[in-house]
Nanobody
Framework: QLQLVESGGGLVQPGGSLRLSCAASGFTLDYYHIGWFRQAPGKEREGVSC????????NYADSVKGRFTISRDKAKNTVYLQMNSLKPEDTAVYYC??????????????WGKGTLVTVSS
């Protein structure tokens, strides 16, 4: 069974940091493009950051550029999203997604159940 499981969310004060993890089971992420998406209450899901299967292509939403970093750890079959200088507007449920062919798209094939990030003082 192919699964993606996110972890690392929680409550953090503005200016703080969190590292989200996206672990895969049942398949290796080496051959998949990976994306991080988020959905805030009352808003549509939006792309946050994506990394191609070989790591050669990386994209960030303008709202997180310079603050978030996406990375892959092949040995751990895990993709990370390091989030620094967090703002209240970063509050959302964060999802990771994987697809062999679609890059950075809401149509990616595999999705995790999400992890909640709350930025508040």
């Amino acid at each position: 069974q192919l699964q993606l499981v996110e972890s690392g969310g929680g409550l953090v004060q503005p200016g703080g940091s969190l590292r989200l993890s996206c672990a895969a089971s049942g398949f290796t992420l080496d051959y998949y493009h990976i994306g991080w998406f988020r959905q805030a209450p009352g808003k549509e899901r939006e792309g946050v950051s994506c990394i191609s299967n070989n790591g050669g292509r990386i994209n960030y939403a303008d709202s997180v550029k310079g603050r978030f970093t996406i990375s892959r750890d092949k040995a751990k079959n895990t993709v990370y999203l390091q989030m620094n200088s967090l703002k209240p507007e970063d509050t959302a449920v964060y999802y990771c997604a994987a697809d062999r062919y679609n890059y950075c798209s809401n149509k990616m094939n595999y999705w995790g159940k999400g992890t909640l990030v709350t930025v508040s003082s």
